[in-house]
Nanobody, 127 residues
């Protein structure tokens, strides 16, 4: 069972940047399709970005496309989310999630497919 620990959240002014990290306990990290999802108060959890185990295929929601970048370092068992041009609508608890896949080239985008979740990290965008 993989354990996920997020870090890097905080408070930033509109237009600012943050980088989230998610470290996994699993050695076979490259066989986990990964994603970042977020949940704002009173709203449903929404997918933000996803990446294959190999790291070469990514997905972004329309709301973050062009501003956020998902990446991974399989040697460090770590997933990243670089967030630029942040706005108040990005305020939410951000979660990383993992799903084991037999192929490292499988992209998983549906939140319901992810089996393992981190505890979340708060991102607040406010002036």
């Amino acid at each position: 069972q993989v354990q996920l620990v997020e870090s890097g959240g905080g408070t930033v002014q509109p237009g600012g940047s943050l980088r989230l990290s998610c470290t996994a306990s699993e050695r076979s990290f490259s066989h986990y399709a990964m994603a970042w999802l977020r949940q704002a108060p009173g709203k449903e959890r929404e997918r933000v970005a996803a990446v294959t185990g190999s790291g070469d295929v990514t997905y972004y929601s329309d709301s973050v496309k062009g501003r956020f970048t998902i990446s991974r370092d399989n040697a460090k068992n770590t997933l990243y989310l670089q967030m630029n041009s942040l706005n108040p609508e990005d305020t939410a608890v951000y979660y990383c999630a993992a799903k084991w896949t037999s192929s490292t080239r499988v992209l998983v985008t549906a939140p319901s497919e992810y089996k393992y979740w981190g505890q979340g990290t708060q991102v607040t965008v406010s002036s």
